[in-house]
C-alpha cells in the first residue's frame, strides 16, 4: 500500500476515534433517526460499485451520510445531532456494510472509505452549527445554495483525495489526475448531491419514509452504472484478448500488443494524458498491429520496425480499415493509420498517440520481453538516433524515463 | 406520415377543442401563475427529453411527473393549461396537426385527472404534513386516470393513421409494463407537490435530477454495447479476410446460434452469451496455419491434429474475457459430435455444453448455405435435410428441430452468392471447410 493511502486511512481512522470518544461520553440523540441513517450508509456500502478506471464508489452510502449531515428535521422535530455524531454513524455504517466484503474474502477498500469519511465530515462541521441557526432552518431559499454548496465541497474533497492517491499509484501528474477524477465522478456526484439534498429537506415533511423514498432513483442510477462500467471492461478484454489473435497466428512474438500497449499507456500518462485520450491509446497500442491479418504471409519475427515503411504504410492501413469498420472508435482507426508515418516533418503532424505507438512499438521490436539493461539501452540509443525524423524527441524522452522507472523497480 | 384522412382531422380537432373549450371556461382567476409557469417549463423538459428514444428496455416518461404535480399543485384547469404546453416540444420535423394533438392530449388527460383529484376530495394546492395520508387514495386515482385518458387518446389516433398491422404492432407495444412504469413515474409527482412546502420551485429540480442521470447512465450502457459489438464483428471479420469463401461466416453464426437459443427459450444474459459465443467460435482458426485449411489433398494425421487444435486456440484467446463460462465452453467444445466422434475431447451426447450444440448446428448450417471452392452454396431446403440426416449422430435432434421451426419462422439471411475472386488462382481459399458435414476432412490413413 503506498503511503498516501496510509496517510487518507490513518486520517480518517484518527477522525472516528475521536468522535466515537467524545459521543460515548455525551450519548446519542435522537435514536431512531440515527439508526435509520446508519443503515442506510451501510446498505450502500454493501452496494458499492466500481466505476471506470477501477474507482471505488458507494453512492447511496455517500447520499445518506450526506443526507444526515444536512438534516433540518425529522417530521416537526429539529434534528440537534452534532457534527460528531455524523462521523460516528458514516464510520459505523460504513463498518457495518465493509463487514458482508471482508467475510466474502472481497477487500475492504479502506482507503475509499476513508476519503468518503472525510468528505461527509467536512460537510458535516460546516453546516451542523449552520442548522441549529433558526433563519437557516426556517427559509428553503436560504438552506438550499449552503446546502448544494457543500455537495459541491464533497465531491470536490473526496475527488482531491481520490487524485491524491493515485497520482502517486499511477504515477501521475496531480492536476491531470485530479480533472480526471472529477470528470469520472461527475454524474454520480449529481445524483448523489441531489438525493441528499431531497432526503434532507423532504425529512421534515414526510418524515423517515424520505430516507427510503429518496433512495429509490439513487439505486436505478446504480445499476445502470454497474451495467455500464461492465461493458467498459468486457470492451476493454475483448479488445485485450483479441489483439492476441496476432499472436496465436504467428504474426507478431507473443505478448508484444501487450507490452506496446501498457509501455504507450505509460509514455501517454508520463505526458500528461487524460483518461479518455488513455482509453484511445490503449485501444489502438493494443491493435496496432491488427492489419498484419490480412497479410497472406506473416512478417519474419513480425517485427514491423525491420520492414519496409511502404509495408508498414499498408500494415498501417489495413488495420486501420479494420478497426473502421466497426464504425465506433474512428479516431482509434486513425491513430493506427497515422502510426506509421515518420513523428517529424509530416503534415500535418501525427497525432500525439501515433506517435508514442510509433515509438513504443520500435522499442518492443528491438527489446521484447527481454530484461537486459544493456539491450534497453541499445534501443533508445536507436531511437534517439532516430529523433530528427522517425521518432518524436518528447516521447522518446518520456519513453526513456519510463523505462528507467522500470529497470529502478525491477533492481 | 403520409397525408391524413379527413377522419384525423376531425379527430384531432375535435381534441385540441374539447381542450381549449375546457380551458377557456375557467377559473383561471385563482391560477398561481409563476408556479404554473415553473411547472410548464419542467413539463417541456421532460418532454423534449423523451424526444431522443431510449433504449429498448428502458421507458421514459418523467413528463407524467411534471403533469401529476400540476394536478396536486394547481388543479384540473392550470394542469390541462400544463398540459398544453406538449405542443411546444422541442423536437425539428414534428408537423403541425402533431403539436395540435399532443398539446390537445396532454391537456386533457391533465384536465381529466384533476377533475378525478378534485372529485375524490383533493385539495388543488400545496399539501402540507395535513395533507398525509389522505392526498394519497385521490391522487392514486387521478394518476390511474390520466394514464388511462393518455393512452386512449394515444390508441385513437395511432388507430386512424396507421394501416391494421403497424397500428396493432404500436398498440402491443403499449403494454402492462409501460403502464406500470408511467404510473411509477406519476408517484414522483406527488412527491414534487409534498417538496414544493420546503424548498418551493426547486422541487421539481431535485426530484427529476437523479432520474435524468439515471437515464443518462442507461444511454451510456446502450452506447457502449452497440460499440463493443461492432468492434468484436470488425475484428471477427479481421480473422475472415484472408479466407475469400468464409467472410461473414462468424457473423451469421452468430446469428444463427442467437435464433436458435431464443427458440428454445434460453434466457437473457445467456442469449447474449451465446450471441458472443457465435461470434468467436472460430478465432482460433488464426493458430492454424493458413496452408492446412487452404490444402486440398489428403491431410496427414499431424496436420488433422493440428486443424483439430483450433477450438482449443481460441479458448486461450478469449479465456481472458469476462464472459459466462458458458460461452467458453461453447468455443471449446463447437465441433464435439453428440455420437462423441467429434474433437477435442471427444465428449458424447449431454457431456456437450449446451452452447456448443447449438454453435455446432449454426456453425454446419452457415457452411452448408454458403458457396465453397469445391461446391457451389446448398439451397436452404437442401441444407434442412443435411441437417436432419446427421442429427442424432452429429447434431442433437432436438436442437435440430428447434433450428427448423426457427428457421421456417424467422427465414435465413445467407451468404449472397460468391463471384470467385478475380485472379481465379486456387491459392488463398480454403479446399475443404472443416465446418462442412457433407464434406469430411480426408485424413491419410497410415
Known amino acids: 500500500m503506498d503511503s498516501g493511502q496510509v496517510l487518507v486511512i490513518v486520517a480518517a481512522g484518527l477522525l472516528a476515534v475521536a468522535a466515537i470518544a467524545q459521543t460515548a461520553v455525551v450519548g446519542i440523540v435522537q435514536v431512531g433517526d440515527a439508526v435509520a441513517f446508519g ?43 452534532s457534527a460528531l455524531q455524523v462521523i460516528v454513524i458514516t464510520a459505523g455504517g460504513m463498518i457495518v456494510g465493509a463487514l458482508p466484503h471482508v467475510a466474502a474474502g472481497r477487500p475492504a477498500k479502506l482507503a475509499g472509505m476513508a476519503s468518503r469519511l472525510i468528505a461527509v465530515a467536512c460537510v458535516a462541521f460546516a453546516f451542523r452549527p449552520l442548522a441549529r441557526i433558526p433563519e437557516i432552518r426556517g427559509h428553503w431559499w436560504a438552506a438550499l445554495p449552503v446546502m448544494t454548496l457543500l455537495v459541491v465541497l464533497a465531491w470536490f474533497v473526496d475527488a482531491v483525495i481520490g487524485a491524491l492517491i493515485r497520482t502517486e499509484e499511477l504515477p501521475a501528474r496531480f492536476s491531470v489526475a485530479l480533472w480526471d477524477e472529477l470528470r469520472v465522478q461527475l454524474p454520480l456526484g449529481v445524483a448523489v448531491g441531489a438525493s441528499a439534498l431531497l432526503i434532507a429537506f423532504s425529512s421534515e415533511v414526510m418524515g423517515l419514509a424520505a430516507v427510503w423514498v429518496f433512495t429509490g432513483p439513487l439505486l436505478v442510477t446504480q445499476v445502470a452504472f454497474r451495467r455500464y462500467v461492465g461493458i467498459r471492461s468486457t470492451y476493454l478484454e475483448t479488445v485485450r484478448a483479441l489483439s492476441r489473435m496476432t ?9 508484444h500488443s501487450r507490452r506496446v500497449s501498457v509501455l504507450a ?58 478497426i473502421g469498420q466497426a464504425g465506433v472508435l474512428d479516431q482509434v482507426a486513425d491513430i493506427v493509420r497515422r502510426q506509421s508515418e515518420p513523428a517529424r516533418g509530416a503534415e500535418p503532424e501525427p497525432p500525439a498517440a501515433s506517435r508514442i505507438i510509433r515509438a513504443a512499438n520500435a522499442f518492443d521490436d528491438l527489446v521484447g520481453n527481454s530484461a537486459d539493461r544493456d539491450r534497453a539501452s541499445a534501443a533508445l540509443e536507436r531511437l534517439r538516433l532516430g529523433t530528427a525524423a522517425e521518432y518524436d524527441p518528447g516521447v522518446v524522452e518520456a519513453l526513456s524515463r519510463v523505462v528507467g522507472r522500470r529497470a529502478l523497480s525491477r533492481a | 406520415m403520409g397525408r391524413l384522412s379527413r377522419a384525423t382531422w376531425v379527430y384531432v380537432v375535435a381534441v385540441a377543442v374539447t381542450a381549449a373549450i375546457l380551458i377557456a371556461r375557467g377559473p383561471l382567476g385563482s391560477i398561481d401563475w409563476p408556479m404554473l409557469a415553473v411547472l410548464a417549463i419542467l413539463f417541456l423538459i421532460c418532454e423534449s427529453s423523451s424526444a431522443s428514444g431510449g433504449p429498448r428496455q428502458f421507458t421514459w416518461s418523467p413528463s407524467y411527473a411534471a403533469t401529476l404535480a400540476s394536478v396536486v399543485l394547481l388543479g384540473p384547469v392550470g394542469a390541462a393549461i400544463v398540459g398544453t404546453v406538449a405542443a411546444l416540444r422541442l423536437r425539428r420535423g414534428l408537423l403541425v396537426v402533431q403539436r395540435l394533438f399532443n398539446g390537445g392530449m396532454y391537456a386533457l388527460s391533465a384536465y381529466a385527472a384533476g377533475a378525478a383529484f378534485v372529485a375524490l376530495g383533493g385539495q388543488p394546492g400545496i399539501p402540507d404534513q395535513a395533507s398525509f395520508p389522505e392526498i394519497i387514495g385521490p391522487f392514486a386515482v387521478a394518476a390511474l386516470v390520466h394514464l388511462l385518458v393518455n393512452h386512449g387518446l394515444l390508441r385513437g389516433v395511432l388507430w386512424l393513421t396507421r394501416d391494421g398491422d403497424q397500428a396493432s404492432n404500436a398498440l402491443g407495444r403499449l403494454d402492462l409494463r409501460l403502464m406500470l412504469s408511467d404510473l411509477g413515474y406519476a408517484a414522483f409527482g406527488l412527491l414534487i407537490a409534498a417538496l414544493w412546502q420546503v424548498v418551493g420551485p426547486f422541487a421539481p429540480v431535485l426530484v427529476l435530477i437523479p432520474l435524468f442521470v439515471a437515464r443518462w447512465a442507461i444511454g451510456q450502457y446502450t452506447a457502449q454495447q452497440k460499440a463493443y459489438e461492432a468492434m468484436m464483428a470488425a475484428l471477427c471479420k479481421a480473422v475472415e479476410t484472408k479466407d475469400f469463401y468464409t467472410r461473414g461466416h462468424s457473423e451469421r453464426v452468430s446469428r444463427g446460434s442467437a435464433m436458435l437459443a431464443r427458440e428454445i427459450g434460453m434466457r437473457p444474459g445467456r442469449l447474449e452469451a451465446i450471441t458472443y459465443a457465435g461470434m468467436l467460435h472460430d478465432v482460433g482458426k488464426l493458430g492454424v496455419p493458413t496452408k492446412l485449411l487452404q490444402k486440398s489433398g489428403r491431410l496427414t494425421e499431424e496436420e488433422f491434429a493440428a486443424i483439430q487444435l483450433h477450438p482449443m486456440r481460441g479458448l486461450e ?52 448455405t454458403s458457396t465453397r471452392s469445391y461446391r457451389g452454396a446448398r439451397r436452404v431446403d437442401e441444407a434442412i435435410a443435411e441437417l436432419r440426416k446427421w442429427s442424432g449422430s452429429q447434431f442433437d435432434p432436438a436442437l435440430v428441430d428447434a433450428f427448423v421451426t426457427a428457421l421456417e419462422r424467422e427465414g435465413w439471411q445467407r451468404r449472397e452468392p460468391v463471384v470467385p475472386p478475380p485472379g481465379g488462382s486456387a491459392e488463398g481459399v480454403t479446399a475443404r471447410d472443416h465446418d462442412d458435414p457433407t464434406a469430411p476432412l480426408w485424413v491419410e490413413s497410415r
Not at chain 1, 443503515?39 to 471505488?56: C, D, F, K, M, Q
Not at chain 1, 482509453?279 to 517485427?303: K, N, T, V
Not at chain 2, 477435442?344 to 452457415?366: K, M, Q
Request: charge should be negative.
Open chain 1, 39 to 81: 443503515s442506510l450508509v451501510a446498505l450502500g456500502e454493501l452496494l458499492r460499485i466500481t466505476l471506470p478506471g477501477n474507482r471505488e464508489s458507494a453512492p447511496i452510502a455517500a447520499a445518506g451520510a450526506l443526507g444526515y449531515a444536512l438534516l433540518l428535521g425529522m417530521g416537526e422535530q429539529p434534528a440537534v445531532h
Open chain 1, 247 to 255: 499472436e496465436v497466428g504467428g504474426y507478431v512474438e507473443g505478448g
Open chain 1, 265 to 322: 499507456v505509460a509514455v501517454g500518462r508520463e505526458l500528461g494524458m487524460h483518461e479518455p485520450e488513455l482509453l484511445e491509446l490503449e485501444y489502438a497500442a493494443l491493435m496496432h498491429d491488427i492489419g498484419q491479418l490480412s497479410l497472406r504471409d506473416p512478417i519474419p519475427g513480425g517485427a514491423t520496425v525491420l520492414v519496409s515503411s511502404a509495408d508498414q504504410r499498408r500494415i498501417a492501413e489495413l488495420g486501420a480499415d479494420v
Open chain 2, 317 to 368: 484467446i478469449v479465456r481472458e474475457i469476462g464472459f459466462l463460462d458458458e460461452a467458453l465452453a461453447g468455443i471449446m467444445h463447437h465441433h464435439e459430435r453428440i455420437d462423441g466422434r467429434g474433437y477435442p475431447l471427444g465428449l458424447a451426447g449431454d457431456e456437450i455444453p449446451e452452447f456448443a450444440r447449438v454453435i455446432a448446428v449454426a456453425d454446419a448450417f452457415d457452411s452448408m
